[in-house]
């Protein structure tokens, strides 16, 4: 079993800053790409950013310059720092994490509210 455990969701007012952190546990042989994905309320989940096995990284165009994702090796952890947030950013965020056999697992979700 895999688990990936995620935490620093919360309320933050628009232009505001959150750490959302995700480690990763258990029976996974090789971590290859990690991420983080969004779904607001009546939208389909979204890519927000990911970071491959060699630490090349992309974000989707509405964070670039806002929100920066990084990996601590060592600790199977991805982080996403989201700054100058905004009311759209309001969702469920979740993490993402792809193994050397391309097999997915997805964290539980932390919620994000951004009050404007």
């Known amino acids: 079993q895999v688990q990936l455990v995620e935490s620093g969701g919360g309320l933050v007012q628009a232009g505001g800053s959150l750490r959302l952190s995700c480690a990763a546990s258990g029976s996974i042989f090789s971590i290859n790409a990690m991420g983080w994905y969004r779904q607001a309320p009546g939208k389909q989940r979204e890519l927000v950013a990911t970071v491959s096995s060699g630490g090349s990284t992309g974000y989707a165009d509405s964070v670039k310059g806002r929100f920066t994702i990084s990996r601590d090796y060592a600790k199977n952890t991805v982080y996403l720092q989201m700054n100058s947030l905004k009311p759209e950013d309001t969702a469920v965020y979740y993490c993402?994490?792809?193994?050397?056999?391309?097999?997915?697992?997805w964290g539980q979700g932390t919620q994000v509210t951004v009050s404007s």
């Open positions: 993402r994490v792809t193994d050397n056999y391309h097999t997915d697992y």
